[in-house]
């Protein structure tokens, strides 16, 4: 089969690898779409903190944002997974440890994160192997586009729970990405009022078109402050302005990543009595995601910038446009082009 293979920073190619067959517990997914996100483009530029302790290591076939079809299923699975539409988790904990089977597998220290850590191949590629209990079906209602929004989706979902978001509530989101755009999606479903902070004309003119109150280079004043302030950015100083942007009493809310150390002042956490949440990974949000998409609460196609082929998958990377892309934030991956 063909897949997209990173062999060194800044390079890749388009090989022909084996295709997966399914151990017992797995099946092999025929990928239909995959979503190009920020981890992968940090994967393809060698500055992901993982390639540098050793979670990670070139040759990578990255792809952690997918949907597809179930065209094979291993010793001890359901056949009723053949044919089915389905996503599935990034992360795969070992099923066994005291994380896994105390808190949440998405934390497990020895997890395999799809197309990311510990040498599991990703979703840019023809077929794909998953494990059974990671799987989620898809229904008719969401289609292949949407399906590769899940796991992202997943982030957002977490997110505006975290940030308490329901009628009443003033929400901030540093960060007009995907992720923060999803986030402000989900927010503003769940009834909240949303301001955004961004620095590219056209994504903040994008979150102006899916209805969040006000976009712009920096917060307006809101009255007592917000009560809740979102860094979905990778601005290493956005933590302490989040700090300062919030309520008395607030909820801080990190999701986004900086390349380099932030920092806070824990004193204004201390007096202003904050909380602060981190989130990593979409793994408890993905049945909510699955739900606001397949309910039409929320749609994303405006967040679609446009569909290109593995052979095109470098040039996304290395941070060119494909010719035709709309204004959207989102390039995703059809291996069948």
């Known amino acids: 089969m063909k897949a997209f293979v990173i062999t060194a920073p800044g390079k890749s190619v388009v090989a022909d690898v084996e295709e997966p067959q399914p151990l017992a517990g797995e099946v092999v997914v025929k990928v239909t779409r995959a979503g ?40 001890g699975v359901d056949k009723k997974w053949l044919g089915k539409r389905v996503t599935g988790d990034t992360m795969l904990g070992c099923q066994k440890c005291w994380v896994c089977l ?14 990311i850590r510990n040498g599991w191949h990703g979703a840019l590629a023809e077929q794909l192997s998953v494990p059974e209990w990671a799987l989620f079906e898809i229904p008719d209602s969401i289609d292949d586009v949407i399906g590769a929004l899940i796991e992202p989706g997943g982030n957002a979902d977490r997110v505006a729970r975290a940030a308490e978001a329901a009628p009443g509530k003033k929400i901030l989101i540093y960060g007009t990405g995907t992720i923060g755009l999803l986030s402000a999606q989900f927010s503003m479903a769940m009834g909240a009022e949303v301001h955004m902070v961004g620095q590219d004309p056209t994504t903040m003119e994008l979150a ?23 860094d979905a950015s990778n601005g290493d100083v956005v933590p302490s302005l989040a700090m300062n942007a919030a309520a008395y009493g607030g909820k801080i809310v990190y999701i986004g990543i900086s390349s380099t150390p932030s920092y806070i002042d824990s004193r ?6 904050l909380t602060a949440i981190g989130i990593l990974s979409a793994s408890p949000g993905l049945p909510g995601a699955i739900r606001m998409f397949s309910s039409g609460e929320i749609d994303p196609h405006i967040l679609i910038a446009g569909t290109v082929s593995l052979y095109e998958a470098g040039s996304v990377l290395s941070g060119h446009t494909p ?15």
């Open 323 to 337: 010719v035709g892309a709309g204004v959207g934030t989102k390039i995703l991956v059809d291996p069948t082009l």
């Open 102 to 115: 105390n808190r949440a597998q998405h934390l497990c220290p020895g997890r395999y994160e799809i197309g």
């Open 36 to 75: 190009i996100c920020g981890t992968d483009v940090e994967l393809f530029d060698g500055t992901m903190s993982y390639l540098h302790n050793g979670q990670a290591q070139y040759p990578l076939r990255i792809g952690h944002e997918w949907c597809g079809v179930v065209t094979k299923v291993g010793d």
């Open 208 to 230: 102006r078109k899916i209805g969040v109150t006000h976009a712009g280079t920096e917060p307006i004043e809101v009255e007592n402050g917000f009560d809740a302030v979102v």
């Open 268 to 273: 204004t956490l201390v007096f202003r009595d």
